[in-house]
Antibody, heavy 114, light 107 residues
Framework: EVQLVQSGGGLVQPGGSLRLSCAAS????????MHWVRQAPGKGLVWVSR????????SYADSVKGRFTISRDDARNTLYLQMSSLRAEDTAVYYC???????WGQGILVTVSS | EIVMTQFPATLSVSPGERATVSCRAG??????LAWYQQKPGQGPRLLIY???TRATGIPDRFSGSGSGTEFTLSISSLRSEDFAVYYC?????????FGPGTKADIK
């Protein structure tokens, strides 16, 4: 059974940093495109970032480009989203997903507030 | 960025009735269109990809159609568990973009 288990969310001050993790079991991350999608409270879904199976291609939404970095640790089979220079508008539930398909993490809340 | 539009924003339907959600892309998206269902407090669930292919385990009362820039999700006979928010997604061009969502609620 495929599972994506997320961790690392919480409350952070504006301008701060946070790293989200997405630990995979039942699948090998290096064989799959992986994505991050977020959802602000009461709002719709927004695609944030993706990384290719070979790790050579990473893409970002304009709203996070230069502030967020997607990466992967193949030994740990874990996906990451390093978030820096956080803003209030980054407050959202963040989901990791395998190829925007059947497998999604449980979602984790990031709150940016002073 | 391709802008995705959905209508209606809210769909009031009685159980057993047919529901139709429309999605329009700002440009042609080569049939790279998916539909998701989301219930309160849950993550998205993939229903349809490549316009009309049902994902694993999705009942056949859900169907997708369309081409070019106009797409439709149909639910043939709504059940209580189908009252949720539905999103379309284009994955033809990055950044991938979601529609704003359509809420199906009980009439």
């Amino acid at each position: 059974e495929v599972q994506l288990v997320q961790s690392g969310g919480g409350l952070v001050q504006p301008g701060g940093s946070l790293r989200l993790s997405c630990a995979a079991s039942g699948l090998t991350l290096r064989n799959n495109w992986m994505h991050w999608v977020r959802q602000a409270p009461g709002k719709g879904l927004v695609w944030v970032s993706r990384i290719s199976g070979d790790g050579r291609t990473a893409s970002y939404a304009d709203s996070v480009k230069g502030r967020f970095t997607i990466s992967r640790d193949d030994a740990r089979n874990t996906l990451y989203l390093q978030m820096s220079s956080l803003r209030a508008e980054d407050t959202a539930v963040y989901y990791c997903t395998r190829n925007l398909g059947d497998n999604w993490g449980q979602g984790i809340l990031v709150t940016v507030s002073s | 960025e391709i802008v995705m539009t959905q209508f209606p924003a809210t769909l009031s339907v009685s159980p057993g009735e047919r529901a139709t959600v429309s999605c329009r892309a700002g440009q042609r998206i080569n049939n790279k269109l998916a539909w998701y269902q989301q219930k309160p407090g849950q993550g998205p669930r993939l229903l349809i990809y490549d316009v009309s292919t049902r994902a694993t385990g999705i009942p056949d009362r859900f169907s997708g159609s369309g081409s070019g820039t106009e797409f439709t999700l149909s639910i043939s006979s709504l059940r209580s568990e189908d009252f949720a928010v539905y999103y379309c997604l284009q994955y033809s061009n990055w950044p991938f973009t979601f529609g704003p969502g359509t809420k199906a609620d009980i009439k």
